[in-house]
């Protein structure tokens, strides 16, 4: 159980089930919030509730509560990968196959009522054959959500897809069966004429079929982006080490990290990750932090330092004593942050959501009153029948059913080709409000690769401090040698724990590393290599001294290199009218030296803050007023990447990042970021405009068909158009550069 202590209250979170839409989880919240001292808020897209409660109130009552709303909750283990991953895949495959073999039953159904050339003898008595499993066992989902909405008073969209399919298939029985329209040599000619009937010829077998099979495919499109809510924290929990060899009566012992206890002494070997958080006692390396940090240099380390689980040893041999473990490690929190975003994001409710909060019952309501205006006037029941289930048919969502999942399966396949994915349509409506873009710098903005940059003193710098670094396997040594195609060889090579290393290249006594290291050998440098240094740290670089012959000879700047497109890429996000700001673990030298080459503002630079500090700089910038974008590829980044209204992950980063963000940007390029912001307003854009014409169609069509004067040819006509409207409206998304 997922459970918190703070003061007086305590916070649980509940894993919710049976919620159908953003309603379903308003009326949740609604219920447990009548209890006294609870304060709770459920998210529709990672069906969790996040519930505070304090004494009398016991985890009982907050079930009792969900499950008088007609749903069902439990209280949730620690997350874990296997057992979620394993849990969720039967109701995926179920609504995958009930999308699939509706939509291949409905098609020759819709085909037969619409193409007259189809409509071979015995047609309708085919139709029913194949509609009859759609709408009994591929609406079962609609059906069970009715119910329980009509058991508790209320009306969704789910209620509204029910009754139109169980009216629409009724009716259609009763017309085969004690009308006219199950002779055989039955046809539905095109008779586009306004005309009363008492609808005993007429089936709407396709209306029933065909709304089934697209309201379930929105759903599948929806129900595979809510599933990777909790992808995120799998991911971040994968990070850590998942064995350790532990010191145990002086001899290494090899037991899964799990097991560490806070006082074990653990070993961390080059290339190893750091198991849990702790402080070194023998030793000395290099760590690279940058996937929890950020930070582009490796941090040196060495006996009484503090070190981060999950962090890669790129140096020498460590003994570490644990000193957090499981729940309190940095990870961990890390984790919890990235859960407390979620959880907290206000829940972007599904637009159709919207209008069917109003629209279902009001539709319901004029069905009602249709049908007893005509009994009441005399004009017969099989009329007053026939024009209130024509209320409910025309207003049967099929456009409405189309108007999202079209236009986001064209979005979301324009963007894939563009490298651009789009992960639900949280994130357009998000798109939208954008007026702040934090830009993550390592990795992001820049390569986040050390590179050499520049050689300043002796001709010779370069190619004696290559041959020697090239046998160490530090970031920065590797940037050194790489600028070297043909390396001498090295007698004596010595590698001196975060300092710097030694030897002998082509008879000279050569030392490369830290100014401090040449000092303490009797090389100190010279006034005009040590102003090198300067500008090299103040212009954000990192300066490596080189000396031989009792000598400071040269210096090496090393530095994080920006990407040749982030120049471009922060010019395109000001011109959509955005305000581009810099955040970074990084020093703040660093940060605003980067800053000025891409051109932005030096206000707008944040740095030195640690992964909990950049969720809070995107709560900072919405507690102002603004509705924030994050682009980030770390670890570091994946709290804030939850926390802020639109988060875009580059797809070059860490799979945690990819999960916590709303768009993922495959290339690694950051004009895709505004390429992306671009696409997802468009997108919305489309989704909202075919939203308008479907209502539309629909406050059209329901006085013609309240007034009995709906012909069921221009029903099926006026709903295939503005199917096809909807359909070709959507894909004009593929046209986007």
Partial sequence: MSTTDQGDLTTTELAITGMTCASCANRIERKLNKIDGVHATVNYATEKARVSYADPVGPADLLAAVEAAGYAATLPPEPNAETETDSETPERDTLRDRVVISAVLSLPVVVMAMWPAAQVDGWQWLSLTLAAPVVVWGALPFHRAAWANLRHGAATMDTLVSIGVLAAFGWSLYA??????????????????????????????????????????????????????GSALRALLDLGAKDVAVLRDGRETRIPATDLAVGDHFVVRPGEKVATDGEVVEGSSALDTSLLTGESVPIEVRAGDAVVGATVNVGGRLVVRATRVGAETQLAQMARLVEDAQSGKAAAQRLADRISGVFVPTVLAISAATLGFWIGTGAGTASAVTAAVAVLVIACPCALGLATPTALLVGTGRGAQLGILVKG???????????????????????????????????????????????????????????????LPVDGFANLEGLGVEGRVDGLDVVVGRPSLLAERGLPLTDELARTVDEARAAGGTAVAVGWDRAARGVLVVADTVKPTSTEAVARLRD???????????????????????????????AGVLPADKADVVRRWQADGHAVAMVGDGVNDAAALAQADLGLAMGTGTDVAMEAGDLVLVRGDLRVAADAIRLARRTLGTIRGNLFWAFGYNVAAIPLAAAGLLNPMIAGATMAFSSVFVVLNSLRLRTFR
Wanted: proline content about 3%; hydrophobic content about 45%; cysteine-free.
């Fill in 176 to 229: 085969l069966l004690w009308g006219t329209a199950g002779e055989i040599g039955m046809t539905h000619p095109f008779q586009l004429v306004i005309e009363r009937t008492d609808g005993a010829g007429t089936i709407y077998l396709e209306a029933a079929a065909g709304v089934t099979t697209l309201v379930l495919l929105g759903r599948w499109v929806e129900a595979r982006s809510k599933r990777r809510a």
């Fill in 425 to 487: 349509p949280e994130a357009l409506e998000q798109a939208r409000r954008i007026d702040v873009v934090l830009l993550d710098k390592t990795g992001t903005v820049t390569t986040g690769e050390m590179a050499l940059r520049s050689v300043h003193g002796h001709e010779r710098t370069l190619e004696l401090a290559a041959a020697l670094e090239h046998a160490s396997e530090h970031p920065i040594a590797r940037a050194i040698a790489a600028g070297v195609d043909d390396l």
């Fill in 576 to 606: 959509l009218g955005l305000t581009p700001v810099l955040l970074t673990g990084d020093h703040e030298d660093v940060a605003r030296a980067v800053a000025a080459e891409v051109g932005i503002d030096p206000d707008h630079v944040v």
